[in-house]
């Protein structure tokens, strides 16, 4: 009798990915690449209609990329049902009161369950605390499809890694984990996944562990920059150049190499949160975890109020002066807007009179008024300015050539620059007479 993994190497079997973001879609295409039988589900019918016109609104695998995929598009759940492996990736936020909010992938789990037939496999992908896959979403997936769990069908959890805009470390060059709810199903999963992770997959013995891997990962990073973040707001009371201070540490062999700076998204961002609601419903209460997630989730309103005393020092009105911030997505490269601390920003500038003007070339205009209520300038209109905050590193703000930046600004008057990221040689800015600042 054929395993799962032999029916869809045989193309007796069709693959289903639960969700297109910048999760869903790369691994989608990476199967249909390796001759898979592939049906791309996601409830957004615009995002459909997008990708089967060839559109690409994360920018991960490119307009090209879509056109020539055989990923079968859908926002019909029922065509699930011609799947027997499930990949669930979706969102998992968190409320405003940072506790984890499991709508995305309950609804998932519902739609899937509706639509499971016997013998088949849902693999998760979201981020979620550890026993969410096996207390919440099997449940679930047996209450809505009628079948058992372990007999009926099989479930596991490999935690996505992609990491939205690297062109370095892409789907297939990051070593995967994956677990299963036996030892039969992390076998078939494993070697199903093996089919496009070249570098290989990582086996761990249980759902749990592999739950517990992911949120620690990215918590570990949380740690580490909030550590730096730290770092710059006590350099800045004692006049010492932070990112000076970073050059030469990381000329030491064992340095980490991480910087200070803003912490969004939708994974470093909210999965420490995750991880210590779980553990506090365990009576653990955390003490560093926590910690690093107010002083990151702090930066914003750090960053805004040294522009206003930068300013000032400039002699200038804040609530008269014209300031642009260059950069509005989470990070550079790439059009994510979820989550983006620059947000910040903008509402602790907002509370000193100040209507930024917001410049991104990667950011859709939709997604910036929906999301924050902002309406993007291009920089070719921006002009007259009292002061530039580069809030993200986008690869046009790097290369942008310092006198036409010196050429944003009003004349004969002094110049303010706020560099987040510390992209820009400080020295050569001094010798244009602008004042600079930066994280």
Request: net charge negative.
């Amino acid at each position: 009798m054929k395993t799962i993994f032999q029916k869809i190497v045989d193309k007796e079997e069709s693959i289903s990915l639960v969700g297109l973001g910048y999760v869903g879609m790369p691994i989608a295409v990476a199967f249909a690449k390796e001759g898979v039988n592939v049906i791309g589900f996601d409830l957004n019918k615009r995002k459909i209609e997008q990708y089967k016109n060839g559109d690409d609104p994360t920018n991960e695998i490119g307009a090209e990329g879509i056109k020539k995929s055989t990923v079968q598009f859908t926002a019909n759940e029922e065509d699930l049902k011609l799947a027997k492996f499930h990949i669930v990736a979706v969102p998992t936020p968190v409320n405003t009161d940072h506790t984890p909010d499991l709508s995305p992938v309950i609804g998932a789990s519902e739609i899937v369950g509706r639509n499971l037939t016997k013998d088949s496999y849902v693999v998760y992908e979201s981020t979620v605390y550890p026993g969410v896959t096996e207390d919440v979403c099997i449940p679930i997936l047996e209450r809505e499809s009628g079948l058992k769990c372990g007999v009926d069908f099989k479930v596991g959890y490999s935690p996505e890694r992609i990491n939205p805009g690297d062109k370095v470390h892409r789907l297939e060059n990051i070593k995967k984990i994956v677990s299963g709810c036996d030892y039969e199903s992390l076998e078939q999963i494993k070697s199903v996944y093996d089919l496009v992770i070249k570098v290989g997959t990582f086996p761990v013995s249980t759902i749990r562990t592999a739950e517990a891997i992911k949120v620690v990962e990215n918590s570990q990073r949380d740690i580490n920059i909030a550590f730096m973040n730290e770092l710059a707001m006590v350099f800045d009371r004692m006049g010492i150049d932070t990112a000076e201070v970073i050059d030469g540490m990381n000329t030491k062999w064992n340095a980490l190499g991480f910087r200070p700076g803003l912490v969004g998204g939708h994974c470093i961002g909210v999965d420490p949160y995750y991880f210590t609601y779980q553990a506090e419903k365990l009576g653990y209460h955390s003490q560093i975890i926590l910690n690093g997630r107010i002083v990151n989730d702090g930066m914003g309103t750090f960053i805004a109020e040294n522009t206003i005393k930068q300013m000032i020092l400039a002699n200038k009105a804040p609530k008269n002066s014209k300031v642009a911030i260059l950069g509005l997505t989470f990070k550079e490269n790439c059009p994510d807007t979820r989550n983006s601390k620059v947000e910040d920003i903008i509402k602790a500038l907002n509370n000193y009179g100040i209507e930024p003007i917001i410049v991104d070339p990667w950011a859709s205009e939709a997604d910036a008024m929906k999301e924050y209520g902002v309406k993007l300038t291009k920089l070719s209109d921006v002009h007259n300015l009292d002061c530039i905050i580069l809030a993200v590193a986008h690869d046009e703000f790097k290369k942008l050539d310092i006198n036409k930046l010196n050429n944003l600004y009003k004349d004969n008057e002094e110049k303010v620059l706020i560099d987040v990221k510390s992209i820009l040689n400080k020295k050569e800015l001094e010798n244009l007479g602008i004042r600079c600042w930066r994280l």
